[in-house]
């Protein structure tokens, strides 16, 4: 099993910055065999996906969210994070964190993000 732990999550103004965090656990896990990446959910959509990281350290970003978002990682930690700049209202949303490896998906518990105006 693998246990995902998200926060830093919050209410921000448009234009401002926030960084969540993703802490991973688990006899299974390990930043080298796993990928990881970051999604979101607002009210009445589909979770979509945001920003990735694969085994090797490789980033991928959804275009739409490149210029702003950056996910990234720290090995020692076992977390990945994500760095959201120059927020609008529409990034409003649960942001989770997710793991993959072969079949095996595991999902965190999801933080809020809320952007006002």
């Known amino acids: 099993q693998v246990q995902l732990v998200e926060s830093g999550g919050g209410l921000v103004q448009a234009g401002g910055s926030l960084r969540l965090s993703c802490a991973a656990s688990?006899?299974?896990?390990?930043?080298?065999?796993?990928?990881l990446g970051w999604f979101r959910q607002a009210p009445g959509k589909e979770r979509e996906l945001v920003a990735g990281i694969d085994s090797g350290g490789t980033t991928s970003h959804v275009v739409s969210m490149k210029d702003r978002f950056t996910i990234s990682r720290d090995n020692a930690k076992n977390t990945i994070y994500l760095q959201m700049t120059a927020l609008k209202l529409e990034d409003t949303a649960v942001y989770y964190c997710?793991?993959?490896?072969?079949?095996?998906?595991?999902w965190g518990q999801g933080t809020q993000v809320t952007v006002s105006s």
């Open positions: 688990g006899r299974t896990f390990s930043m080298y065999t796993f990928t």
């Open positions: 997710n793991a993959r490896r072969h079949l095996n998906i595991y």
